[in-house]
């Protein structure tokens, strides 16, 4: 089992329900291949680098998941069938960068309950 990481951007003109079915369908075929998810970020509505196909913003969403190798190429087959993803990158992680992806997903998490704390307070 190898730790990989995806990003994708989906078309700007989507409704945030239509984003999360976009986002649930590439879990689903990460699960159903036998991948199991470790993370999920939903980026949400960023500006592009640069224009893709006429558009200027995209729906980022970011993946962590653990799994084979062949999972990869099901799931870029997968972005590449589907006309709602401008782009994707899918990449697998060396034991450095899965320490640091877990290093940030704990910052991250302390970040949150240290918000919901202070609002509770207030």
Same mark, same amino acid.
Do not use: I, S
């Given at each position: 089992m190898n730790h990989y990481e995806t990003v994708f951007i989906l078309t &700007?003109?989507?409704s945030d329900q239509q984003m999360k079915e976009a986002v649930e369908k590439f879990e689903k075929v990460l699960t159903d291949n036998g991948a199991s998810i470790v993370n999920e970020e939903i980026w949400g509505l960023r500006k592009l680098a640069y224009p893709i196909q006429k558009k200027s913003t995209g729906f980022y969403s970011l993946v962590e998941f653990d799994?084979? &190798?062949t999972i990869v190429k099901k799931l870029e087959t997968a972005f590449r069938r589907d006309e709602r993803?401008?782009?994707?990158?899918v990449f697998r992680l060396d034991?450095?960068?899965a320490e640091y992806a877990e290093k940030r997903r704990s910052n991250r998490a302390?970040?949150?309950t240290t918000v919901t704390e202070?609002?509770?307070e207030n």
């Open positions: &700007p003109v989507l799994g084979d &190798p993803v401008l782009r994707f990158l034991k450095y960068a302390k970040a949150t202070e609002v509770k």
